[in-house]
């Protein structure tokens, strides 16, 4: 498995292995024991699946393609996890997200395992039919490790709604007579996806933000002062200000935090930049993001990067190169494009105070050593970006019952969920000199370990 998730593991273990109060019925060589365990056990998937799809492409010639399954864990219920359709897919990397997952539905008390899937292709590179085919034979070749109540896959990079559109379809022929609503997850709203589930990450990151800012500042403003901790010092000085906010990538979830900052009532945010594949868009007034929302929408998801587009889209704005986002003088920069954004080559230009990861792994365990130690607040990917996965249970959950949540009550399911994170992960955090990071983690491996051990695992 890839070193990051062991790290992970292996130093949540530690710092548990030393907290007394944590089982504490376990003691000398039985909890060594059992901790090394927990270790083989946390540290390595549950099953790899690879297969080498054959695909009869439209063109006529018969293709070989990669394919995996890989199920990390299903101590807390059905394993759960996004298909990726890029180039780059390989065994390592599936594993390290699926172990990921594991630790997200964990830290959220979601009720699901972790997987997550992958076919080694470029998308682009396919007619809709060939892509319709993969999509089949993926449902085929894995059929016998899927199911509502085995392992519920998800979009991820390179899929959306249509393809689980096809592959629960796929599923159902598979199976007549079966149960299959919830089969896949992140499926049109006509074929029984959630509303608010394409807003669901966005809004969740977002949300994240605005409730360590905003609910959870004011109500522990004294609390928070008392504190000998940098953390509580950084955000306590940006409390009331008027916050400068940029955001990397204007996509799925880079245009929803936009646009949530842009109409947020309970903090004064300014976005001041964003950014895409091509440019970053910088006014220091403040951006129009919702012209930018329609502009995009319009424009194949891409921003303006022109400065007659720049007209057209009806904004003010410079125009900057792509990676300017990251280091203009702003409070905050949500992070919502891809891994690795922030390393070991730009960590001395950053100038956030707060970082958030709406993106999965944006920032490399190098800088984010460094700007901890600077105390900025780095708001991890595990915490922030589980939207995604809250509002998928809920889709999985509608379709049990098969009765539909309005918008709103989606929405509001999702933020109670997180806010329930929130309220055990900050007081600790703040509490310890440690980052938000390993915090998070740390409450993911316990709870994954509790459940081990009052389930029986680890004799
Ligand atoms: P998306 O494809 O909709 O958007 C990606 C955005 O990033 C686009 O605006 C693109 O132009 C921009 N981009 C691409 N390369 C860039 C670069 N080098 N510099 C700056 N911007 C660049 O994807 P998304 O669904 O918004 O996902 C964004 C990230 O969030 C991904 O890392 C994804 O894994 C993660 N994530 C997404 C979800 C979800 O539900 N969509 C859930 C959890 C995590």
């Not at 998308?123 to 899927?146: G, N």
């Not at 990450?201 to 500042?217: E, I, Q, S, W």
């Not at 440019?279 to 400065?307: F, H, M, Q, R």
């Not at 990071?437 to 389930?455: F, P, T, W």
Request: aromatic share 10%; glycine share 8%; with cysteine.
């Amino acid at each position: 498995m890839g070193n990051q998730t062991v790290d992970i593991v292996k130093s949540s273990l530690q710092a548990l292995v030393d907290d007394k109060s944590f089982l504490p019925e376990l003691s000398g060589e039985r909890r060594k024991k059992a901790f090394t365990s927990l270790l083989a056990i946390l540290s390595t998937p549950n099953h790899v699946n690879k297969s080498f799809l054959r695909i009869a492409l439209e063109n006529g010639q018969v293709v070989r393609i990669p394919a995996y399954r890989v199920q990390h864990n299903n101590i807390l219920g059905p394993y759960k996890g996004g298909i990726r359709f890029h180039e780059s897919v390989n065994e390592d990397e599936v594993v390290n997200l699926a172990a990921l997952m594991t630790l997200k539905n964990a830290l959220h008390q979601v009720p699901f395992g972790g997987a997550k899937g992958g076919v080694v292709i470029n998308p682009r590179e396919f007619s809709e039919k060939d892509l319709y085919v993969i999509c089949k034979k993926y449902v085929q070749y894995f059929s016998d490790s899927l199911g509502p109540d085995k392992d519920i896959p998800a979009p991820d990079v390179g899929t959306g709604e249509r393809e689980m559109d096809w592959m629960m379809g796929e599923y159902k022929s598979i199976r007549p007579g079966e149960s299959y609503r919830g089969s896949f997850t992140g499926k049109s709203v006509e074929n029984g996806g959630s509303l608010g589930r394409r807003e669901a990450t966005g809004k969740g990151v977002y949300y994240t933000f605005r409730y360590l800012m905003h609910d959870f500042l004011n109500l522990q403003e004294s609390w928070l002062a008392e504190r000998d901790n940098p953390f509580a010092k950084t955000v306590l000085a940006l409390k009331d200000k008027l916050l400068s906010v940029a955001v990397q990538g204007f996509g799925n979830v880079g245009s929803v935090v936009a646009l949530a900052a842009f109409q947020c009532n309970h903090l004064n945010n300014k976005v001041v930049a964003v950014s895409d594949r091509n440019v970053t868009l910088y006014n220091s007034e403040g951006l129009n993001i919702p012209s930018l929302v329609k502009y995009s929408y319009a424009n194949n998801g891409d921003l303006p990067k022109t400065d007659e587009m720049v007209k057209l889209a009806g904004i003010k704005a410079e125009i900057l190169n792509r990676e300017a986002v990251l280091t203009i003088d702003t409070d905050v920069v949500f992070l919502a494009a891809l891994e690795n954004q922030v390393h070991g080559e730009n960590k001395k230009d950053i100038k956030a105070r707060i970082i958030v990861e709406g993106a999965n792994a944006p920032v490399s365990t190098e800088a984010d050593e460094y700007l901890s130690a600077k105390g900025v607040v780095i708001i991890p990917d595990i915490l922030a970006n589980a939207g995604g996965v809250i509002v998928s249970y809920l889709e999985w959950l509608q379709g049990r019952e098969t009765q539909f949540y309005q918008e709103e009550e989606v929405y509001q399911k999702l933020y109670e969920k997180m806010k329930e994170t929130f309220d055990t992960v900050l007081p600790q955090f703040f509490a310890d000199p440690y980052p938000l990071r390993r915090n998070c983690n740390i409450h993911a491996v316990m709870k994954l370990s509790m459940i081990m051990y009052r389930q029986g695992k680890l004799y």
